[in-house]
């Protein structure tokens, strides 16, 4: 298995534009995680999945931000319309364990 | 809910000194705890997980009721260790579980 796979690895937009970033989980596992990774605020879990299904998206910062799981395989998270302040590294994680995440290489997001 | 903290940033030390990473925890019960490090340009990674009680690099982390704590301990530190490294404990929300992790401590070995 290859693990968990982001795309693209590296982002830069300009302030307004959508965003749209990618994860496939590792096949088999049931849960999927959103988190983003600033120096001030550390690793912020954004929403989480558990069998495709939306289980808390508490951690969204706005409605600017949404996130879709359609399959087991594959799942995105957009921004609409993206703001400076969301300049961060995205990350994304499966698990079919508690506690025991694989995480991706995660999406460098620079919005200018 | 379950709540950690990590109270240093950073942390240095130099090669061949003992390392203590700081994780304190504020709820009752039986927590569960993990460990998780992120090598520099690396994937954040599971190092280990208290109820294993394994020794994962060198790192052992006990869990100490009495003092809410779960500090990560290496005997001696090698420059390979300097990394990021995050407590978290999963918060199980009755039909799945999520992890949220500490802010996180710098751990960087020196000569």
């Known amino acids: 298995d290859a693990g968990v796979i982001q795309s693209p690895r590296h982002e830069v937009t300009e302030m307004g534009q959508e965003v749209t970033l990618r994860c496939k989980p590792i096949?088999?596992?049931?849960?999927l995680f959103w988190y983003r990774q600033t120096m001030m605020r550390g690793l912020e879990l954004l929403i989480y999945f558990n069998n495709n299904v939306p289980i808390d998206d508490s951690g969204m910062p706005e409605d600017r931000f949404s996130a879709k799981m359609p399959n087991a395989s594959f799942s995105t998270l957009k921004i609409q319309p993206s703001e400076p302040r969301d300049s961060a590294v995205y990350f994304c994680?499966?698990?079919?364990?508690?506690?025991?995440?694989?995480f991706g290489s995660g999406t460098q997001l620079s919005v200018l | 809910a379950q709540r950690v903290t990590q109270p240093e940033k950073l942390l240095s030390v130099f090669k061949g000194a003992p390392v203590e990473l700081k994780c304190n925890y504020s709820y009752s019960g039986s927590p569960e705890l993990f460990w998780y490090v992120q090598y520099s340009r690396q994937r954040l990674q599971l190092l280990l997980r208290h109820i294993s009680r394994e020794s994962i690099k060198g790192f052992t982390a006990d869990l100490n009721k009495g003092e809410t704590s779960f500090h990560l301990k290496k005997p001696f530190a090698q420059e390979e260790d300097s990394a990021m490294y995050y407590c978290?404990?999963?918060?199980?929300?009755?039909?799945?579980?999520?992890?949220?992790f500490g802010t996180g401590t710098r751990l960087q070995v020196t000569l």
């Open positions: 978290a404990p999963p918060q199980n929300t009755g039909t799945a579980s999520k992890l949220t």
């Open positions: 096949s088999g596992h049931n849960s």
């Open positions: 994680a499966s698990s079919l364990r508690e506690g025991d995440l694989v």
